[in-house]
């Protein structure tokens, strides 16, 4: 099994920045990649960021060149910064973990909420 525990969502006007982190425990070994989802009001969970085991990354078109998924190996925690907010980027920001053994089921972290504002 695995933890996952959100923070750093909160209100930020447009143009701002924030920073989410998600620390992971339990059974990391077993973590093939960990990301940053995100849903909007009425509108389905959409990735936002992804970084693999051996840090390769990937983003959401909307998101590119403004959010900046990291992670830091010893203290099990993946970060995602966010710059350059919009309104459309609005959402509860949830972060993920996938199992190596695909036939597991994937890794939730509860939540947090980004509200940014004009």
């Known amino acids: 099994q695995v933890q996952l525990v959100e923070s750093g969502g909160g209100l930020v006007q447009a143009g701002g920045s924030l920073r989410l982190s998600c620390a992971a425990s339990?059974?990391?070994?077993?973590?093939?990649?960990m990301g940053w989802y995100r849903q909007a009001p009425g509108k389905q969970r959409e990735l936002v960021a992804r970084i693999t085991y051996f840090g390769r990354t990937n983003y959401a078109d909307s998101v590119k060149g403004r959010f900046t998924i990291t992670r830091d190996i010893a203290k099990n925690t993946v970060y995602l910064r966010m710059t350059s907010l919009k309104r459309e980027d609005t959402a509860v920001y949830y972060c993920n973990a996938e199992p190596r053994d695909e036939s597991s089921a994937e890794y939730w972290g509860q939540g947090t909420q980004v509200t940014v504002s004009s």
């Open positions: 339990g059974s990391i070994f077993s973590i093939n990649a």
